[in-house]
Each structure stands twice: as C-alpha cells, then as structure tokens.
C-alpha cells in the first residue's frame, strides 16, 4: 500500500506557472505508475497525466500536452506536476494517484491523495 500526499497548490495569476508535488510513502515508489488527475467544479475528475517511476516515460492529456511536465524524483519517492501558462480554464483540485500495475494511458489507479486546490486568476 502506499499513502500521496499532494502539495503545493495555491492562487496564481493567468500566465503564471506552479508546480505541485506528490509524496508517496512506502519502499516501492519506482515499482509504480504515478498519475495526475484534476477535477473543476461542476465537472467530472480529468485525467492529465502519468509517469512510470522506474523508467520516467510519461503520457498526457492531448489538453495539456506542451503546457504541464511531469517528472519524478526516485531518491525522494516525489512526483511533480509543472504547469505553465496557467489559464482561468486550469482551475481544479489537482490529485495526485499511484498504481503498481497498468499501461500508463490506463486511467484507473488503487491509491490517490487528498488534493490540492489551484485557483487561476484572470
């Protein structure tokens, strides 16, 4: 089992950037799939994208793509979310989810974290 723990969210102004991470507990970080969803309100949770620990290989959402970078940190059992040129649009709790198996375009995942909230200021 494995616990994420989501930070770094906050207020941010439209074209600004933010970078959240995700702290996985346990010894088998790079055994899993790392992924990224987000949910605005009103609206259902979004996949945004995914990152397998041991090899760094990443998907993304086709509406992200170009915008948000995800990478990982092995040593620190951490997962990042870069997301530039924030738009009002972006706006959502942020969740962060780990999965030991699947294909990194699989949307389903066992663990998620709390999230965390990024409001885009127009």
């Known amino acids: 089992q494995v616990q994420l723990v989501e930070s770094g969210g906050g207020l941010v102004q439209a074209g600004g950037s933010l970078r959240l991470s995700c702290a996985a507990s346990?010894?088998?970080?790079?055994?899993?799939?790392l992924g990224w969803f987000r949910q605005a309100p009103g609206k259902e949770r979004e996949f945004v994208g995914a990152?397998?620990?041991?090899?760094?290989?990443?998907y993304y959402a086709d509406s992200v793509k170009g915008q948000f970078t995800i990478s990982r940190d092995n040593a620190k059992n951490t997962v990042y979310l870069q997301m530039n040129s924030l738009k009002p649009e972006d706006t959502a709790v942020y969740y962060c989810a780990a999965d030991p198996v699947g294909q990194l375009d699989d949307y389903s995942y066992s663990y998620w974290g709390q999230g965390t909230q990024v409001t885009v200021s127009s």
């Open positions: 346990g010894r088998t970080f790079t055994s899993y799939r």
């Open positions: 990152i397998r620990a041991s090899t760094g290989y990443t």
